[in-house]
């Protein structure tokens, strides 16, 4: 980092990260810190039993065929954000113009967003499933019977298939439908 800073002559003493960064020029400083900085990955939460149940998963398909893969009918459901970015654009202000409104940027306290179910094999694509509800497992089984099977019927016609889902609670729960 100090070599990138001294390049653009922002005269930084940089210590290793998490340290800080001290300079004349901090929004310069700032900036190249947001260039040379990431986000880190989300990663799912998961406790011992829940890792070595994926392992297990994983280490049984790990010698699978193209075969037995075109076999499987993938599912999963995702909600989307309809609204405005986390990271949106940045800045660049004078002291006192915190609140000019050319350094603003709009945001909402509860985002709209969309919960949406699909499903997809080698063979395509079902039909994805808007959801304006929870997930729970009555609605779920609902998706399975009025969005799955169609999906299975088309895509596989008369052949066996192995349906995978990921192991939501609702995907999981007892139910007196079943």
């Not at 995702?78 to 970015?85: H, L, N």
């Amino acid at each position: 980092v100090s070599t990138v800073c001294d390049d653009l002559g922002c005269n930084v003493i940089c210590w290793c990260w998490g340290q800080g960064i001290k300079s004349h020029h901090t929004q310069t400083c700032q900036g190249i810190w947001l260039q040379l900085s990431y986000s880190p990955f989300d990663k799912p939460l998961l406790n011992h039993r829940q890792r070595q149940r994926r392992l297990t998963w994983a280490k049984e398909k790990k010698n699978w065929a193209v075969a037995q893969w075109s076999k499987v009918l993938f599912s999963d459901e995702s909600k989307f954000c309809i609204s405005f970015g986390n990271q949106g654009p940045r800045v660049w202000r004078k002291g006192g113009e915190a609140h000019s409104p050319s350094c603003l940027k709009s945001s909402v306290k509860f985002p709209q967003s969309v919960m949406i179910w699909g499903a997809m094999s080698s063979a395509g694509v079902g039909p994805l499933c808007f959801l304006k509800i929870k997930v729970t497992a009555p609605v779920y089984q609902e998706i399975l019977e009025h969005f799955m099977l169609p999906s299975a019927d088309q895509l596989f016609k008369d052949a066996d298939f192995i349906f995978q889902q990921d192991l939501a609670p609702a995907h999981t729960a007892k139910s007196p439908k079943s």
